[in-house]
């Protein structure tokens, strides 16, 4: 499997992460560096085998559906790079 | 009193508790040592009035008897720590001035026994790197030089700012975090002790997230017994992160005996790398004997999966990260990108993720994405996730045959210089974590213990590898091997 430009922009668009136009190539190849890398995976023969989903064999803890916490507006906008009358302000949405 | 901040943990609790030195002088010296360290760029901020703060109320404390360990030590902590009112930035430009509003759980704990914050120390960006040179604040240096030489080289990465404070005496002991070598690896080219705990030991909840099923915190310090030290204060259930174990906790100091008589150590012939430098293999030799020396019983294990761990790390890492990272969008903190007239909130999502992210972070986040699209999430990710299974059940094996722990080397060379690596390909830099990636796929604990130079005067460092929970057994083995090295070498001080 191998990634071009187009491959590339999609990508980058996945991640939401602006990839200039003339970059698209240098970023494919970079790509396929690391995805050459991985392909070693490939050999080894996983059949039957579960997929890892926990390293430590516990269930996850459950803890009481109850409020612990709140009331803190300030506190949680106080990082906003725009904030407004208690929200966080962004650039309108409607399409 | 000077030269107070050389001391480790374990003298100066002695020191404070029978009043020959109080907090405050300690935490002075420490302050004095961090503000003439610039060279070192270890520090991301200084905070030496709250340091000074913390340190009268440990010396109240102390006068009252009953004092914690760590009362009135002081600590420097890694920019992944979120320490409220103090910036926090996973040494990112995305988190530009971002003061948390809540405490991490480890710092909670280490405050509340009574310790002193020096200040926040650098790391590679979101902790993705080797070198840390994908920092935010520029590198940090390591306080070696090799010798004749005064070529600044790396101190590791990513907790490379933790290293080479705790080398150069700019702290008694740091935090840090390891998701794939991220402790042991800059603690072996620093020539001091770092340990990652067995998954779900220390609690992550207030630490930045890179690779969550990955990460783990824990000390680098001078000497085992201080990471022993350490270790106790920080590890521990914590009902805010639903993967720290619920579990007794050992007294990991108390268990520093030195006594290994019959302990059976392996070592794993995969490690065993082509081309791996004469001094590596000798230092490992040497680090089996001297094991053996004190009694232990050496044998020849196999892990054949050890060659697919770094690729599979370099699946699994980046796909967690993308999704743990997808939270840095300029909306609730941080950097926003300023947008021009008829762009919207798509244009500021990417834009600020374009500006405020480092290339090898965006990387991560590009690949990890990929890994996890659909129709890839099968071949990449899912595979990945299934020899991660086989990687695990290679420990499970060696240690249901008997062993007790396992000796590798902690790193494949010493410290490069900085900028050494700018051209290689970003897979060659991957390759320092070979001999401590697999530690974390399958959840285990860790230390690195120096134990000798190279031959241009650099620290080169030992690796035990432990059971799941037997932290004590493992620091144990460590304090053993490191009474044997008898590695007390500092780097001379040019900064």
């Known amino acids: 499997m191998s990634i071009d430009k187009d491959t590339a922009r999609k990508v980058a668009h996945l991640a939401r992460i602006e990839v200039p136009e003339d970059q698209l190539d240098a970023l494919a190849g970079e790509l396929n560096g690391i ?10 023969d996983v059949d039957g085998v579960e997929p890892m989903t926990s390293v430590t064999p516990m269930r996850l803890k459950r803890r009481a559906d109850v409020v612990t916490d709140g009331d803190q507006q300030d506190k949680i906008l106080s990082n906003a790079p725009d904030a407004r009358e208690g929200f966080f302000a962004v650039p309108k949405v409607v399409e | ?59 109240a404390r102390l006068g009252q008897g009953d004092a914690p360990d760590l009362c009135g030590i002081p600590l420097g902590i890694k920019d992944l720590f979120c320490t409220k009112g103090v910036e926090s930035q996973a040494a990112s430009n995305i988190l530009a001035g971002f003061k948390p509003e809540y405490e991490s759980t480890v710092t909670t704990k280490l405050w509340d026994s009574g310790a002193v914050m020096l200040g926040k120390l650098n790391m590679d960006e979101f902790a993705m790197g080797s070198s840390n040179e994908t920092s935010a604040y520029g590198a940090a240096v390591n306080p070696w030089r090799r010798q004749g030489s005064d070529a600044p080289l790396t101190p590791g990465g990513s907790s490379g700012g933790s290293a080479a404070a705790v080398s150069g005496d700019l702290c008694l002991a740091a935090t840090g975090t390891d998701t794939g ?57 914590d009902a805010k992160d639903s993967t720290s174990a619920d579990m007794a906790v050992p007294d990991f100091e108390a268990a520093l005996t030195g006594d290994i008589r019959g302990r059976k150590i392996g070592l794993p012939k995969e490690y065993r790398l082509d081309g791996m430098p004469a001094e590596i293999e000798k230092l490992w030799a040497d680090g089996a004997d001297m094991l053996r020396d004190a009694g232990a019983e050496i044998v020849d294990v196999s892990l054949p999966h050890t060659k697919y761990a770094l690729p599979a790390y370099y699946v699994l890492a980046p796909a967690e990260a993308s999704s743990n990272l997808a939270r840095y969008d300029g909306v609730r903190y941080g950097h926003r990108a300023k947008l021009q007239k008829g762009e919207g909130i798509h244009e500021m999502y990417a834009r600020t993720r374009a500006e405020g992210f480092g290339p090898e972070v965006q990387r991560r986040v590009m690949i990890g994405a990929y890994v996890l699209s659909a129709g890839f999430y099968d071949a990449y990710y899912r595979r990945a996730q299934r020899v991660r299974t086989l990687i695990k059940k290679d420990f499970e094996d060696v240690y249901a045959s008997g062993v007790d722990a396992i000796l590798t080397p902690a790193t494949p060379s010493a410290a490069f210089g900085l900028g050494e690596m700018a051209d290689a390909d970003p897979v060659k830099m991957y390759l320092n974590d070979v001999f401590t990636v697999t530690v974390n796929l399958a959840g285990l604990p860790g230390v690195s213990v120096p134990t000798g130079l190279d031959s241009q005067g650099l620290p080169l460092g030992l690796q035990l590898i432990g059971k799941p929970w037997e932290e004590a057994d493992m620091l144990n083995t460590a304090y053993a091997l490191e009474q044997s090295a008898g590695f007390v070498s500092k780097a001379e001080k040019w900064w």
């Open chain 1, 35 to 44: 995805l050459g890398f991985m392909e070693q995976l490939n050999e080894v």
């Open chain 2, 1 to 59: 009193m000077s030269g107070l901040n050389t001391l480790t943990i374990a003298d100066a609790r002695d020191k404070l508790r029978s009043k020959e030195i109080s907090a405050v002088e300690l935490t002075e010296a420490c302050n004095a040592a961090v503000a003439g360290s610039d060279a070192l760029n270890a520090y991301s901020v200084k905070t030496p009035e709250m340091a000074l703060e913390q340190a009268k109320a440990a010396d």
């Open chain 2, 181 to 237: 070598g991220s402790i042991r690896q800059p603690a072996a080219f620093t020539g001091i002790v770092g340990v990652k705990p067995t998954y779900g030991r220390v609690s992550r909840w207030g630490i930045i997230a890179f690779a969550s099923s990955l990460d783990q915190a824990g000390p680098m310090t001078k000497t085992v017994r201080d990471s022993a030290i350490f270790l106790n204060a920080i590890a521990g259930h």
